[in-house]
C-alpha cells in the first residue's frame, strides 16, 4: 500500500514514508479504520520557486502515475492554496483555503472556477505554486486476499533545503514528531537533519493544538471516536500513563470495530461510484464482513435499520437492485445511525475515566 502513496526519491528530493495518525501508536490496531501514511519531503534547489515546482510536478507524477488501476483508484489531491474567494461547483471557497483538485483536473492540468465577482477563471495547476500549502493525496485500495477496500492518504510535510543548508518548510511549519512510525531504515538520515529544525516548544504547542480539536470533537461535529484517539496522545505525551493506557484498551473492544465501519462507509461510497475501477467482488465481501460486525456489536432498533441499509448497498454494488439516486441517502443514514452508536460507547467510557472527565471540564473552561 505505501508503495501506491509514497512519492519516490530522487537526486534532489529526499522523502520518509511513515504510518501516521492514529495507525501510529505503537501497537497493533485490532479494528484499523483509514491507512493514514505521512511523509518527509526534503527538497534540495537553488531558490524557493524552484523547489515549489519540483514538488507540483512530483505530485502530479505520482497522480498521474497511480489515477487508477485494478486494486486501486485516486480520489483527490490537495495542492495550493486559493489567493482569492472562488465559487467551484456552486459552492463558495474562501482565500487560504486548500484547494482540491479531482482526478480528471489533475490530468487537464487545470479547473474551472468563478470569481467572487462571476468572472469565469481557468486555474492551471502551477497555481498551486505560489503557495503548496497544505499537501494530501488520497486513494482508495483494495486488498482482495483479505476482502476488504480501504482509504489510504498521503500528507506531505515538505521542506527546501537551500544551497547554504538551511530548511525552510514550504507550508511554514515543520510538523513535530510526535505520532509517526517510520517504515524504512534509510529513512534515518533525513529524520535526523529534519529533527534538529523543530522548535523546543513543539512538544507544548502539539498538545494545544489536540487539545482544541478535542473541544472541537466534544462539540461540533461531535465525534468521541476521534476524541478519545487525541485523548490517548494528551495523555501518553504528557507522563500521564494510566489514563492514556485505559484509553488505550477502549480500541481492542469488539463495539469498537463500529469506529472501523463507520470510516469504512466511506471508502464503499468511493469504490461503488460508477466509474470506480475497484473489483466488486470485494466490495461484496467486506459489506458482508461489515454486515456481520454490526450484528456482533449492535442490538436494538439501530442494529436493525444498519443491517437491512448494509444488505440494500450490497443488493445495488451485486447489480441485484438499483438505488440510483437514493445511494447518496442510505449511505448518509447508515453514516449518521453509525455516528450515534459510535459516540454513545466512546462518550460512556471516557466519561468513566476521572482523568478524563477533568480533561474535558478544564477545555471546556478554556475555550
Avoid at 488501476?69 to 471557497?93: H, M, S
Avoid at 480501504?150 to 505520532?179: C, H, K, R
Avoid at 469488539?254 to 466488486?280: E, F, H, K, M, N
Wanted: glycine share 6%.
Amino acid at each position: 500500500m505505501a508503495d501506491i502513496v509514497q512519492l519516490p526519491d530522487l537526486p534532489n528530493v529526499e522523502t520518509a514514508i511513515s504510518l501516521a495518525g492514529s495507525a501510529a501508536q505503537g501497537v497493533i490496531q485490532r479494528y484499523p479504520g483509514d491507512a493514514d501514511y505521512f511523509e518527509r519531503v526534503n527538497i534540495k534547489a537553488e531558490t524557493r520557486e524552484e523547489a515549489c515546482r519540483i514538488l507540483a510536478d512530483l505530485m502530479r507524477d505520482k497522480a498521474l502515475d497511480k489515477l487508477e488501476g485494478p486494486n486501486y483508484q485516486l480520489i483527490e489531491v490537495r495542492f495550493g492554496t486559493w489567493k482569492a474567494e472562488v465559487v467551484k461547483d456552486g459552492k463558495r471557497i474562501k482565500s487560504e483555503s486548500s484547494i482540491t483538485w479531482t482526478p480528471d483536473e489533475v490530468q487537464a492540468g487545470k479547473m474551472q472556477v468563478f470569481r467572487a465577482s462571476g468572472e469565469p477563471w481557468e486555474v492551471g495547476w502551477e497555481y498551486g505554486c505560489l503557495d503548496p500549502g497544505w499537501c494530501k493525496m488520497d486513494w482508495v485500495i483494495a486488498e482482495p486476499e483479505r476482502g476488504r477496500v480501504v482509504n489510504a492518504s498521503n500528507m506531505l510535510d515538505v521542506t527546501w533545503e537551500a544551497p547554504d543548508g538551511s530548511i525552510i518548510p514550504l507550508d511554514g511549519f515543520i510538523d513535530p514528531y510526535f505520532q509517526e512510525v517510520y517504515l524504512e531504515a534509510e529513512s534515518l538520515p533525513l529524520f535526523t537533519k529534519l529533527a534538529q529544525q523543530v522548535s523546543p516548544r513543539a512538544l507544548d504547542e502539539y498538545v494545544r493544538q489536540i487539545s482544541g480539536e478535542v473541544y472541537k470533537y466534544t462539540h461540533k461535529p461531535i465525534n468521541y471516536g476521534k476524541t478519545a484517539k487525541r485523548l490517548y496522545n494528551i495523555f501518553r505525551l504528557t507522563g500521564r500513563h494510566q489514563p492514556a493506557a485505559l484509553i488505550r484498551e477502549l480500541f481492542d473492544e469488539p463495539a469498537a470495530l463500529l469506529y472501523q465501519v463507520w470510516s469504512l462507509l466511506d471508502t464503499i461510497d468511493d469504490a461503488g461510484q460508477p466509474d470506480s475501477t475497484i473489483g466488486r467482488e470485494t466490495l461484496v465481501q467486506q459489506t458482508g464482513e461489515l454486515i456481520r460486525n454490526v450484528v456482533a456489536c449492535c442490538e436494538g432498533p439501530h442494529e436493525t435499520d444498519i443491517v437491512m441499509a448494509l444488505i440494500r448497498l450490497r443488493d445495488e454494488i451485486t447489480g441485484w437492485s438499483e438505488l440510483g439516486d437514493d445511494w447518496d441517502a442510505l449511505i448518509g443514514d447508515s453514516r449518521a445511525k453509525l455516528e450515534q452508536l459510535v459516540n454513545e460507547f466512546f462518550k460512556a467510557k471516557l466519561l468513566a475515566i476521572p482523568e478524563v472527565e477533568e480533561f474535558l471540564d478544564t477545555v471546556e473552561q478554556h475555550a
